[in-house]
């Protein structure tokens, strides 16, 4: 059983920047895939991006540049740094790995 918990989702102003973080639970963190996904009212949920146990990203092409993902294995957390955030962006953000998921942090963007 992997328990995921994510902090750092908030309300923020267009063009303000978040940092989200996953912390999880067990020690096959780091043989593991994780993932950040997000999912707006309404909408599908949706990758925005995966780092691999080695150190290998992926994001959604719509995100790149503007959001990065990293992991600290010692912490058994994932990282989410998102910048110039925009009112699209505003969605409850999960991290998830195999079946497992957090139970997400909202992030609103809006002036």
């Known amino acids: 059983q992997v328990q995921l918990v994510e902090s750092g989702g908030g309300l923020v102003q267009p063009g303000d920047s978040l940092r989200l973080s996953c912390a999880a639970s067990?020690?096959?963190?780091?043989?593991?895939?994780m993932g950040w996904y997000r999912q707006a009212p309404g909408k599908q949920r949706e990758l925005v991006a995966i780092t691999t146990a080695d150190g290998g990203t992926n994001y959604a092409d719509s995100l790149k540049g503007r959001f990065t993902i990293s992991r600290d294995n010692t912490k058994n957390t994932v990282y989410l740094q998102m910048n110039s955030l925009n009112p699209e962006d505003t969605a409850t953000y999960y991290c998830g790995t195999g079946p497992f998921w957090g139970q997400g942090t909202q992030v609103t963007v809006s002036s």
């Open positions: 067990g020690s096959i963190f780091s043989i593991q895939a």
